[in-house]
């Protein structure tokens, strides 16, 4: 077992003479297995201070430094394939693989993404951020180099491709499918599941070791390819029977009978942490050629070696700077409620009234603020894992029995379920309420988790309500709404991040007429028609346009959907020009006002519209407030598109 790495001091780099030697992961394989041991402490040490000082996802890296060295001593990378699934656990790899001097830009503007990232580097063949993605890449890539293999004229390819996966992206549909179209298949291919979590793994030892050392080596899976000719030429009913005692055999010696099922030949589990176990079975797995798909389970502990992350509840999965010495993290100073935290207390005052409303999230019950409603309603909480389309089906089944279900997941991530939103939810005209948290940009997760979409996709469905509220007590009102609702689905989207502090937020919101704007401030020339959190800066805009001698009305939209037809064609009828401003994409909110004023033949005289939304384009992490400056979706943005439009 390799021992705690214990850091120098906050101030001085750890020491890291052999990592120092390592350039491309071709250098691993110049090491001895005792140097490989030595490299992995220096490797979690380095990975250690570099987090300290950018924040990320520290926990999951901490547990694979062992198995990243192995893969990469054992496997030819990047000509061999290597996919991380999610990549919460890639900054090891990132570091091994020619991006350690650029490492401690983590997740900061113009520096490394925190997840794998194809125009990255080679070492990264696929792009990752949400979950469960990985083995049917994988796939992807085996079958590509066997078809090209089989076409005459071309080189022949015998790259392997590995995709690690940890027992948590297990739990999803994706992986089952992707599994089980691999075993159909028969592709050479290598999946590792990183089980941190002891969820589905016996205990670990020598024997086990040993046992899995025997059953990836190639004598063993001759031995087995023998004797599968020879139980052929005996009757039907004996070979199944042989076939069916070698896998349930194997299956009570290491728990592998499901993945045989699948198709997978099983390996494991093993020690992750283990070099002497870890080189020889991947040396193994490599070699065994014309097997088919392969699984080797490892066994890991999230936040291994750092004592502060071992300590923690969730071993230090996502942090911010922190002290290395102590684990303390960095906290900003006091401030307001996120708007994660108000809805969240918004839904337990709803709940509080109304026995029939329950929550389901899918695996992010703190993220979406669902940790605190289930202190409340523990036996009304419902996390069903990382199975977002389950999630939005399972709620839909709730409400045809008369509960109120309230599904709270990421906007990028309800992108995953949009079937079941479209089949499940609107055609059935049934009353599932969705809660987006992190509409719109979301700072140092990049492109991958913006909510950039979901006014496009949510707002082109018949009969739904959508709600995107300007501030926190306007969202608490937005819950009241959603829970009144129930002849039709409906959502409410919402930022990442603090609100502004300065409303006072009601202990229970008053449910709004549907599809109902307001208007804030009248002016006669100008209209700013804002559709949530953009508001501030349509206020501000119209103060500074207004001393200018350009004088501005300030509207807020409040839903996407009902649209509020008389208002919008007042504000077109009144005023020589409308802008609309959304954190949003095109083909959400201001589609949906220009279709409206279209057909009302306001679009035809000499009313201007200018609709202001992100760009036709990804936006990279950055802070959030040069992520809103390169959308152009600021104050200053605002009013330069007013003077620019009025010539």
Same mark, same amino acid.
């Given at each position: 077992?390799?021992?705690?790495?214990?850091?120098?001091?906050?101030?001085?780099?750890?020491?890291?003479?052999?990592?120092?030697?390592?350039?491309?992961?071709?250098?691993?394989?110049?090491?001895?297995?005792?140097?490989?041991?030595?490299?992995?402490?220096?490797?979690?040490?380095?990975?250690?201070?570099?987090?300290?000082?950018?924040?990320?996802?520290?926990?999951?890296?901490?547990?694979?430094?062992?198995? #990243?060295?192995?893969?990469?001593?054992?496997?030819?990378?990047?000509?061999?394939?290597?996919?991380?699934?999610?990549?919460?656990?890639?900054?090891?790899?990132?570091?091994?693989?020619?991006?350690?001097?650029?490492?401690?830009?983590?997740?900061?503007?113009?520096?490394?993404?925190?997840?794998?990232?194809?125009?990255?580097?080679?070492?990264?063949?696929?792009?990752?951020?949400?979950?469960?993605?990985?083995?049917?890449?994988?796939?992807?890539?085996?079958?590509?180099?066997?078809?090209?293999?089989?076409?005459?004229?071309?080189?022949?390819?015998?790259?392997?491709?590995?995709?690690?996966?940890?027992?948590?992206?297990?739990?999803?549909?994706?992986?089952?499918?992707?599994?089980?179209?691999?075993?159909?298949?028969?592709?050479?291919?290598?999946?590792?599941?990183?089980?941190?979590?002891?969820?589905?793994?016996?205990?670990?030892?020598?024997?086990?070791?040993?046992?899995?050392?025997?059953?990836?080596?190639?004598?063993?899976?001759?031995?087995?390819?023998?004797?599968?000719?020879?139980?052929?030429?005996?009757?039907?009913?004996?070979?199944?029977?042989?076939?069916?005692?070698?896998?349930?055999?194997?299956?009570?010696?290491?728990?592998?009978?499901?993945?045989?099922?699948?198709?997978?030949?099983?390996?494991?589990?093993?020690?992750?942490?283990?070099?002497?176990?870890?080189?020889?079975?991947?040396?193994?797995?490599?070699?065994?050629?014309?097997?088919?798909?392969?699984?080797?389970?490892?066994?890991?502990?999230?936040?291994?070696?750092?004592?502060?992350?071992?300590?923690?509840?969730?071993?230090?999965?996502?942090?911010?700077?922190?002290?290395?010495?102590?684990?303390?993290?960095?906290?900003?100073?006091?401030?307001?409620?996120?708007?994660?935290?108000?809805?969240?207390?918004?839904?337990?005052?709803?709940?509080?009234?109304?026995?029939?409303?329950?929550?389901?999230?899918?695996?992010?019950?703190?993220?979406?603020?669902?940790?605190?409603?289930?202190?409340?309603?523990?036996?009304?909480?419902?996390?069903?894992?990382?199975?977002?389309?389950?999630?939005?089906?399972?709620?839909?089944?709730?409400?045809?029995?008369?509960?109120?279900?309230?599904?709270?997941?990421?906007?990028?991530?309800?992108?995953?379920?949009?079937?079941?939103?479209?089949?499940?939810?609107?055609?059935?005209?049934?009353?599932?309420?969705?809660?987006?948290?992190?509409?719109?940009?979301?700072?140092?997760?990049?492109?991958?988790?913006?909510?950039?979409?979901?006014?496009?996709?949510?707002?082109?469905?018949?009969?739904?309500?959508?709600?995107?509220?300007?501030?926190?007590?306007?969202?608490?009102?937005?819950?009241?709404?959603?829970?009144?609702?129930?002849?039709?689905?409906?959502?409410?989207?919402?930022?990442?991040?603090?609100?502004?502090?300065?409303?006072?937020?009601?202990?229970?919101?008053?449910?709004?007429?549907?599809?109902?704007?307001?208007?804030?401030?009248?002016?006669?020339?100008?209209?700013?028609?804002?559709?949530?959190?953009?508001?501030?800066?349509?206020?501000?805009?119209?103060?500074?346009?207004?001393?200018?001698?350009?004088?501005?009305?300030?509207?807020?939209?409040?839903?996407?959907?009902?649209?509020?037809?008389?208002?919008?064609?007042?504000?077109?009828?009144?005023?020589?020009?409308?802008?609309?401003?959304?954190?949003?994409?095109?083909?959400?909110?201001?589609?949906?006002?220009?279709?409206?004023?279209?057909?009302?033949?306001?679009?035809?005289?000499?009313?201007?519209?200018?609709?202001? #939304?992100?760009?036709?384009?990804?936006?990279?992490?950055?802070?959030?407030?040069?992520?809103?400056?390169?959308?152009?979706?600021?104050?200053?943005?605002?009013?330069?598109?007013?003077?620019?439009?009025?010539?």
């Amino acid at each position: 077992m390799n021992a705690p790495v214990v850091p120098s001091s906050t101030a001085t780099r750890p020491d890291t003479p052999l990592l120092d030697r390592v350039q491309v992961p071709a250098d691993l394989r110049n090491f001895s297995a005792e140097q490989l041991r030595q490299l992995a402490d220096e490797l979690r040490a380095e990975t250690i201070d570099a987090v300290s000082t950018t924040g990320g996802h520290l926990g999951a890296s901490l547990g694979v430094v062992e198995l #990243t060295v192995a893969i990469h001593a054992i496997f030819d990378t990047p000509g061999d394939r290597l996919i991380w699934d999610v990549g919460h656990q890639c900054y090891p790899h990132k570091i091994l693989t020619g991006r350690r001097d650029r490492i401690r830009t983590l997740r900061q503007g113009g520096g490394l993404s925190g997840f794998t990232k194809r125009s990255e580097s080679e070492f990264d063949p696929f792009g990752a951020a949400h979950s469960s993605t990985s083995i049917s890449a994988g796939l992807g890539m085996a079958v590509a180099r066997d078809l090209k293999n089989a076409i005459p004229g071309m080189p022949k390819d015998d790259r392997h491709v590995v995709a690690v996966i940890g027992d948590g992206a297990m739990s999803a549909g994706m992986a089952y499918e992707a599994m089980n179209n691999a075993g159909h298949l028969r592709s050479r291919l290598v999946v590792v599941l990183n089980d941190n979590d002891m969820s589905i793994a016996p205990p670990v030892g020598a024997m086990s070791a040993y046992l899995s050392r025997l059953l990836s080596s190639q004598s063993f899976l001759s031995l087995r390819e023998l004797a599968a000719k020879m139980a052929r030429r005996f009757p039907k009913t004996l070979e199944r029977t042989a076939r069916r005692a070698e896998e349930y055999a194997r299956g009570i010696l290491t728990g592998g009978t499901l993945f045989e099922e699948l198709g997978f030949y099983y390996v494991g589990p093993i020690d992750g942490h283990n070099l002497d176990h870890l080189l020889p079975v991947l040396r193994n797995v490599r070699e065994a050629e014309d097997h088919g798909p392969i699984l080797l389970h490892v066994i890991t502990n999230k936040g291994r070696g750092y004592a502060p992350a071992e300590a923690s509840a969730d071993k230090l999965h996502a942090v911010s700077k922190f002290n290395v010495l102590t684990g303390e993290q960095a906290k900003p100073p006091p401030g307001p409620p996120t708007y994660t935290r108000i809805f969240a207390d918004a839904l337990v005052a709803e709940a509080d009234a109304d026995p029939t409303i329950v929550a389901v999230t899918a695996a992010m019950p703190s993220g979406t603020g669902l940790d605190r409603f289930a202190k409340a309603h523990p036996t009304r909480t419902f996390d069903v894992g990382i199975a977002e389309q389950h999630a939005m089906t399972f709620a839909a089944g709730m409400a045809t029995e008369g509960l109120k279900p309230f599904v709270a997941i990421y906007s990028t991530f309800m992108q995953r379920a949009y079937d079941q939103v479209v089949h499940d939810v609107a055609i059935q005209s049934l009353p599932v309420r969705m809660a987006l948290d992190r509409a719109g940009l979301v700072g140092a997760d990049g492109a991958t988790h913006a909510g950039s979409f979901d006014l496009a996709y949510l707002g082109c469905l018949p009969g739904i309500v959508l709600m995107a509220p300007s501030d926190e007590a306007e969202l608490a009102h937005a819950v009241a709404t959603l829970a009144g609702i129930d002849d039709r689905p409906s959502a409410v989207r919402f930022p990442r991040g603090d609100s502004t502090g300065l409303v006072e937020v009601p202990k229970r919101g008053t449910a709004l007429p549907l599809g109902q704007g307001r208007i804030l401030r009248e002016g006669t020339r100008v209209a700013l028609l804002s559709l949530g959190t953009r508001l501030a800066d349509a206020l501000k805009a119209a103060e500074a346009l207004d001393a200018d001698g350009i004088s501005c009305t300030v509207a807020d939209a409040r839903f996407a959907k009902p649209l509020d037809g008389a208002l919008l064609e007042r504000l077109a009828r009144e005023h020589e020009l409308l802008v609309t401003i959304e954190e949003g994409s095109t083909g959400g909110f201001s589609a949906l006002v220009l279709h409206h004023l279209a057909w009302k033949g306001l679009l035809d005289g000499r009313l201007k519209i200018r609709p202001m #939304t992100l760009p036709d384009t990804f936006i990279d992490h950055e802070t959030p407030a040069k992520q809103l400056a390169q959308a152009g979706l600021t104050t200053r943005d605002i009013i330069a598109t007013v003077r620019a439009a009025l010539g």
